[in-house]
């Protein structure tokens, strides 16, 4: 039977099935017109994301420059949006030497507020990739963190 769903089609394409797969879910009290632009404004995620420490546009709603700092390892790469879908999807991928990953970001509009699932699939590569059963345990924790952040900064505008 064929996938009909073209935000599941999205999200099956391309995807390495040995990558760690780590979802988080949240309810934000704002309405669409306010969350899906500051989420997609990647430069954004420095304000939310304890592992970006820099985020820059090369090529605006594009290509963003970032510095990811993570407990096992810092590098700057891009951040790509490979797919965008206004008020309902954003898909962005890095793939650096040491690791690679993709997020996708799903938006729901409900009356005056706006449900959010942040997917990440991540990849460690050579030696690093050692350590995935910390990084395993780890992520959930740290991606609910930067959701709290996140609605925190959103719902006192």
């Known amino acids: 039977m064929k996938n009909t769903d073209p935000i599941q089609s999205i999200l099956l394409r391309g995807i390495n099935y040995n990558m760690v797969t780590t979802i988080i879910e949240g309810t934000i009290q704002k309405p669409i017109s306010i969350v899906f632009p500051f989420v997609a404004n990647l430069e954004t995620m420095e304000d939310y994301n304890s592992s970006i420490q820099l985020a820059k546009w090369i090529e605006p709603n594009k290509v963003c420059k970032i510095k990811v700092g993570l407990s096992i390892i810092s590098f700057d790469s891009t951040y790509e949006v490979t797919s965008f879908r206004e008020n309902e999807l954003i898909v962005?991928?890095?793939?650096?030497?040491?690791?690679?990953?993709?997020?996708?970001?799903?938006?729901?509009?409900?009356?005056?507020?706006?449900?959010?699932?942040?997917?990440?699939?991540?990849?460690?590569?050579?030696?690093?990739?050692?350590?995935?059963?910390?990084?395993?345990?780890?992520?959930?924790?740290?991606?609910?963190?930067?959701?709290?952040?996140?609605?925190?900064i959103l719902e006192k505008t």
């Open 92 to 152: 962005a991928r890095c793939n650096h030497s040491a690791m690679e990953f993709e997020d996708t970001y799903e938006f729901i509009a409900k009356e005056q507020t706006t449900f959010l699932r942040i997917t990440d699939r991540m990849k460690l590569k050579g030696l690093l990739s050692l350590s995935e059963g910390l990084l395993q345990s780890n992520m959930k924790r740290e991606m609910q963190a930067n959701m709290n952040r996140l609605i925190s």
